[in-house]
């Protein structure tokens, strides 16, 4: 049985007082234990999400990392500071990270390794953009990202890899894609992790405008093993009903 997981992708958005008041709201909502729950807050607000999120079964995550345990990069937060903070899972490969910041294959694959050897769950983004949708590429698209990432280099069990589809024309746009479209990717990217890495027991999450309004119809195929959220996870009220779907 894999374990639902519906994480929360803050992105560069709450300040303290938001946190706050999120965590307040969150309170001890009777969280269904068959649910895992990851937010993901921007970096320096992670030590203070960890501890108003603690006794809430709540995983922190980390949005990226540098793949270095620590020394001599300007700007960069390395390993032993998301240890240091308690973090316990990272997401790696996410399209804004590809697109604004140009990360390119190799590096998200030294970045997956990097997350595998600090022995933390690792979220994984994959996903095609519109004209790659409209021109019938997006399996080809998905292939070439999951294979450069993961080809001779998954050293963790399944449970502790879990790959998030979502597709760059869904993100923060309101457009979901509907449950037949994302259920084909799922069922594709299944596909993948059974035959080429055995692997069939890792999670897939979709992303890409989920709501309250629309996570049923998606969760319903046995291939969607949850959600990544953005938007929709920044109000407490939305993301309880979310993680209650
Ligand atoms: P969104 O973002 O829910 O705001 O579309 C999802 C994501 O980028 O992870």
Redesign the pocket.
Known sequence: MRRTIIAA?W?MNMLSKEVVDFFAEFGNTALNSEREVIIAPAYPYIKMSAELAAGKNITIAAQDVYPKAEGAFTGMVGGKMLADLGVKAVIIG???RRRIFGEPNDLIREKVKFVQENGLHLIFCVGETLPERESGVMFDVLKEQIYSAFDDNLTLPPEKITI?Y?PVW????GVTATPEQAAEMHTFIRKILKGRYDYADSRILY????KPENIQGLMANEDIDGA?????SLKASSFMKLVNF
């Open positions: 992708n992105k996410h399209s804004e998030a979502e869904a993100i923060g746009t992303g890409g405008s989920v990544l959220v953005g938007g929709a």
